[in-house]
């Protein structure tokens, strides 16, 4: 009897333990938006060896570092597909291996972006370097649109038709398919399509991979009903989406403060509209009238270079803090900062606190206070909220923590 005592207080040891959980980071109390799996509410989020393990209400167990969320939001981390890290020391290089682009760690985890898209710094001829030097060494994580231009965003070499080459840009994709994940087309000037149609059938050739096009400097502009309903695809990325800039169509009617009738068509046909707020990218004479009739972007990026940064755009947080402004609702921010441009650059699997993906977490706060918010004209409005991050975990690590709410604190 007392044999059989002692072997069932055993298992009854043994059930225990299989059942109190060790994680190593355990996120209590946050009010989680998660928009691909539609939570919306106060859950705890735990961790273990770098993936998502659990996302439930009061989460038991032990953890090697809590979190106290409490009073703040957890977010997947965050996703900039419209950034410049090519950064180098080369002379007059700008964005490829020059001093405009930045190193991405220095500025991605004080603001919960966990992954950048580079937008065509690299092309195929320097990818290899940029993979090297940047994407190789990041804790980011760093994917690439490859711009169409061989040499990539270097000063004088965006016009040279004869450096657009579909078959190399498409092998370079298809060989590095793990970090490239689409290809971009910028700043050129002649009236010709050739850029783009080249950029799309690098896409096709590559596996129907995305294009995102900064749309160039033409004058007079072309035709972006054109470029939207004849030459690129559904799924293809317009960025710069709120612009107002010489030598570039506008997305909204300046006679009548409408949205033009076929950009709504546009966006029905699968086009996306990316913001890449830049240097003078983002105007609020656009998104203004275009918020005021609900049309918001799909995913909202910086276009973050040294140019940008010290400008209005400042930062991704400072991005999202606008539409926040403009009347867009705190779900649809971060659906535009995860699942969408997840959902853009066909990678699903990022962007989301699934059990089982990566754990790329971001941790924000609602600032409230007095702030101004102005564009790069000088136009300003005012508001009461600021997102602000608190705390920032990439593959499972804390790697960002503004006032210590891990317990024990430590950034490894
Ligand atoms: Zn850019």
Known sequence: MKKILVLILAALCLGNAASAQTYSILIKGGHVIDPKNNIDEVMDVAISEGKIAKVAKNISGTAKQTVD????????????????????????????????????????????????????????????????????????????????????????????????????????????????VGFKVAHYEGHEWAPVDRAVAAGKEAGDIPVMIDFGGSQPPLPIEELFMQHLRPG????????????????????????KPFVWDARKRGIFFDVGYGGISFAFSQAIPAAKEGFFPNSISTDIHTGSMNNAMKDMLTTMSKFLALGMDLKSVIKASTSNPAMEIKHEELGNLSVGADADVAVLNIRKGKFGLFDYTGRKIETDKKLECELTVRAGKIVYDLNGIANPVTIR
């Open 69 to 180: 969320a409490k009073g703040l939001y957890v977010t997947p981390g965050l996703i900039d597909i419209h950034s410049h890290n090519f950064f180098g020391t080369a002379p007059d290089h700008q964005y490829e291996n020059g001093n405009l682009a930045l190193p991405p760690d220095g500025f991605t985890f004080r603001n919960g972006v966990t992954t950048v898209v580079d937008a065509g710094s690299s092309g195929w001829r320097t990818f290899t370097t940029f993979k090297e030097q940047t994407i190789d060494q990041s804790q980011t994580r760093v994917l690439a649109f490859l711009n169409i231009v061989g040499e990539g965003m270097r000063g004088g070499y965006e016009q040279n038709l004869n450096d657009m080459d579909t078959r190399m840009s498409a092998l370079m994709a298809k060989r590095f398919k793990n970090y490239i």
């Open 236 to 259: 293809d990325i317009f960025t710069h989406c709120f612009a107002q800039i010489n030598g570039r169509e506008y997305i909204v009617d300046q006679q009548t403060q409408k949205v």
